[in-house]
C-alpha cells in the first residue's frame, strides 16, 4: 500500500517562509507525479503545485507563482514545497497526493490516487 507522510507546517509571520515535506512509503517514488493541494475553512481543495516524474516538468496556481517552488529528491523518496512571502491567504491544511505518471502533469484532485493527511500552515496578519 502507499502511504505519504506530510510534515513542515507550522504558524508564521506574513512575509515569513516555510518548506513542506512529504515523504512516500511503499512503492519507488520515482513512478509517480506529486502535487500539493490545500483546503481553507469553508472552501473547496485547491491546485497549488504539481512535478513530474524526473523533476523537469512544474506547474503552479497563479496566485502562488514566483512565491512557491515545488521539487523533488527521488534518492529519498520525498517531495518539498517550499513557500515564500507567505500571505494570511495562503492559510490552510495542506496535502501532498500522488498518481502513478504519464505524459503531462495533472492540477485535479480526482485523478490523484494517495493522499496524505496533510500539514496545518497558518500565517499570521
Known amino acids: 500500500q502507499v502511504q505519504l507522510a506530510e510534515s513542515g507546517g507550522g504558524l508564521v509571520q506574513a512575509g515569513g517562509s516555510l518548506r513542506l515535506s512529504c515523504v512516500v512509503f511503499?512503492?519507488?517514488?520515482?513512478?509517480?507525479?506529486v502535487g500539493w493541494f490545500r483546503q481553507a475553512p469553508g472552501k473547496e481543495r485547491e491546485f497549488v503545485a504539481a512535478?513530474?516524474?524526473?523533476?523537469?516538468?512544474?506547474i503552479y496556481v497563479d496566485s502562488v507563482k514566483g512565491r512557491f517552488t515545488i521539487s523533488r529528491d527521488n534518492a529519498k523518496n520525498t517531495a518539498y514545497l517550499q513557500m515564500a512571502s507567505l500571505k494570511p491567504d495562503d492559510t490552510a491544511l495542506y496535502y501532498c497526493?500522488?498518481?502513478?505518471?504519464?505524459?503531462?502533469?495533472?492540477?485535479?484532485?480526482?485523478?490523484?490516487?494517495?493522499w496524505g493527511q496533510g500539514t496545518q500552515v497558518t500565517v499570521s496578519s
Open positions: 511503499g512503492r519507488t517514488f520515482s513512478f509517480f507525479h
Open positions: 497526493a500522488a498518481r502513478p505518471g504519464v505524459y503531462a502533469v495533472l492540477r485535479d484532485p480526482r485523478e490523484y490516487n494517495y
Open positions: 512535478i513530474g516524474r524526473n523533476g523537469d516538468s512544474t
